[in-house]
């Protein structure tokens, strides 16, 4: 018996000072919903932000992505459940994710740190959250008893301003954020820096409600699975002139909706 589906929206797209310059959007996104074999759908979703200074970053977050997908999965067909994720479960993915960029380095003759990105990962049960991050963006949730979107972590920011910690650095599992979230979420989303000043009020470092009620309102009458007409028109207003000259950054945004939640409480 199938049960807990998921809908979902993703679009990564390039900032308008990459534009001008003539690079490429260096965000990338994976998003996926993985059956149980008793018929539980649970919600997996990465999204990485591409260093500016690294020449192969793209590459990098689209690779990461697919790595820590790929990590989620082998953990849930090993029998083990969301609850059972920890800290101590993912500090050995950060450590194949570096070395899954050393070997797609290698492969170009290259160095790691040049496919450098930071990661946000999301792995959704029906009673648990498991949640993960090096570096900034931001992973906010709404839960069946408060009806509210709060972020799990604040964006990490690096010793200087606009720097952070990409995953490829050494010392990445010390700035490893790991919360295990235990209540049933009902709503998620994963976006990257380039939208934290419209998605996040800095003043009280909450997450920007009206931003996200008003992206989640259509969706909720989406199909299960990806919305494809849905997924390209958020590209369109990630790269609308009202965002764009909030930011000039490549923009990431992963929204996740629960197929069987009545959220009407939370509509606009």
Same mark, same amino acid.
């Given at each position: 018996?199938?049960?807990?589906?998921?809908? !979902?929206?993703?679009?990564?797209?390039?900032g308008?000072?990459?534009?001008?310059?003539g690079?490429?959007?260096?965000?990338?996104?994976?998003?996926?919903?993985?059956a149980?074999?008793?018929g539980e759908? $649970? @919600?997996?979703?990465?999204? /990485?932000?591409?260093?500016?200074?690294?020449?192969?970053?793209?590459?990098g977050?689209?690779?990461?992505? &697919?790595?820590? =997908?790929?990590?989620?999965?082998?953990?849930?067909?090993? #029998?083990r459940? $969301?609850?059972?994720?920890?800290?101590?479960?993912?500090?050995?993915? =950060?450590?194949?994710?570096?070395?899954?960029?050393?070997?797609?380095?290698?492969?170009v003759? &290259?160095?790691?740190?040049?496919?450098?990105?930071?990661?946000? #990962?999301?792995?959704?049960?029906?009673?648990?959250?498991?949640?993960?991050?090096?570096?900034? #963006?931001?992973?906010? @949730?709404a839960?069946? *008893?408060?009806?509210? !979107? #709060?972020?799990?972590?604040? +964006?990490?920011?690096?010793?200087?301003?606009?720097?952070?910690?990409?995953?490829? *650095?050494?010392?990445? =599992?010390?700035?490893?954020?790991?919360?295990?979230?235990?209540? &049933?979420? $009902?709503?998620?989303?994963?976006?990257?820096?380039?939208?934290?000043?419209?998605?996040?009020? !800095?003043?009280?470092?909450?997450?920007?409600? +009206?931003?996200?009620?008003?992206l989640? /309102?259509p969706?909720?009458?989406?199909?299960?699975?990806?919305?494809? *007409?849905?997924? *390209?028109?958020? /590209?369109?207003?990630?790269?609308?002139?009202?965002?764009?000259?909030?930011?000039?950054?490549?923009?990431?945004?992963?929204?996740?909706?629960?197929?069987?939640?009545?959220?009407?409480? @939370?509509?606009?």
């Amino acid at each position: 018996m199938s049960m807990g589906g998921w809908r !979902y929206v993703a679009a990564s797209v390039i900032g308008t000072s990459h534009e001008k310059t003539g690079g490429a959007c260096q965000d990338a996104n994976d998003c996926q919903i993985y059956a149980l074999p008793a018929g539980e759908k $649970v @919600l997996a979703a990465a999204v /990485a932000d591409g260093a500016g200074s690294a020449v192969c970053s793209g590459a990098g977050a689209a690779r990461t992505c &697919r790595g820590l =997908i790929g990590l989620m999965h082998e953990h849930l067909d090993s #029998g083990r459940t $969301v609850e059972q994720v920890t800290k101590d479960t993912v500090r050995p993915w =950060i450590t194949t994710i570096q070395n899954l960029l050393e070997e797609e380095a290698k492969a170009v003759s &290259r160095e790691r740190r040049d496919f450098a990105c930071t990661i946000l #990962g999301l792995l959704v049960s029906e009673s648990c959250a498991a949640c993960l991050q090096v570096g900034d #963006g931001v992973i906010v @949730l709404a839960d069946s *008893e408060e009806h509210a !979107y #709060g972020h799990v972590f604040w +964006p990490d920011r690096g010793e200087y301003a606009n720097t952070t910690h990409f995953v490829t *650095e050494d010392d990445a =599992i010390e700035h490893l954020q790991f919360e295990s979230v235990k209540r &049933r979420v $009902v709503e998620a989303a994963l976006l990257t820096d380039g939208l934290q000043t419209i998605a996040l009020n !800095y003043q009280q470092r909450t997450a920007h409600e +009206p931003f996200f009620k008003g992206l989640f /309102a259509p969706l909720r009458t989406a199909e299960e699975g990806c919305s494809r *007409e849905l997924s *390209e028109s958020l /590209a369109a207003f990630l790269t609308s002139p009202r965002v764009n000259e909030k930011t000039d950054d490549d923009k990431t945004l992963v929204l996740a909706s629960r197929t069987d939640s009545d959220l009407g409480i @939370l509509a606009v």
